[in-house]
């Protein structure tokens, strides 16, 4: 069974700074997928980023960047310079090779203030 | 990003009514799925939808909950009797491409009130 988990509940910041959420997976398919997805307070899920488990590679999107680390089973998602529209619950989900659904993490909410 | 559309947006049902969720994708997709989470909660799986049949469900899918593609392209899933603790966000997802760890794509959500 694979397990995701984000230890982080909440998360305030003040507009500007930068905020690491942090991802730990447990698997044992050799291959496999993250994803990070964003809840805004609309409500909808937007899909963020999807990272294979062959590909290591740090990834940067704007002002956002995530970290896969195989070792430490952990792939942790960073926003520089915060803004008051990032504010939303964020979700790391994993899917195996053989699997038909995803596993999500418990979420973390980050707010950020103005 | 592909299009999918749920309705109703928000459905209220008395505890052991049928309700039926819609989700339509714009394009055709071969893999469909249903989530639910309840309010404040994590995402939870229901079921997927392949090539026109159940591939994987959860426990939380039992017979109470059915899905079909009555016509081919809506994708539906029925609550027979709601119960209370039925009341949650309920999302459509599908995937682009040709398998099962494509990304998915999700619906705006239906929230389900059960009274």
Known sequence: ?114 | EPEVTQTPSHQVTQMGQEVILRCVPISNHLYFYWYRQILGQKVEFLVSFYNNEISEKSEIFDDQFSVERPDGSNFTLKIRSTKLEDSAMYFCAIAIGGSSTDTQYFGPGTRLTVL
């Open chain 1, 1 to 114: 069974a694979q397990k995701v988990t984000q230890a982080q509940t909440e998360i305030s910041v003040v507009e500007k700074e930068d905020v690491t959420l942090d991802c730990v997976y447990e698997t044992r398919d050799t291959t496999y997928y993250l994803f990070w997805y964003k809840q805004p307070p609309s409500g909808e899920l937007v899909f963020l980023i999807r990272r294979n488990s062959f590909d290591e590679q740090n990834e940067i999107s704007g002002r956002y960047s995530w970290n896969f680390q195989k070792s430490t089973s952990s792939f942790n998602f960073t926003i520089t310079a915060s803004q008051v529209v990032d504010s939303a619950v964020y979700f790391c989900a994993l899917i195996g090779s053989n699997d038909y659904k995803l596993s999500f993490g418990a979420g973390t909410t980050v707010t950020v203030r103005a």
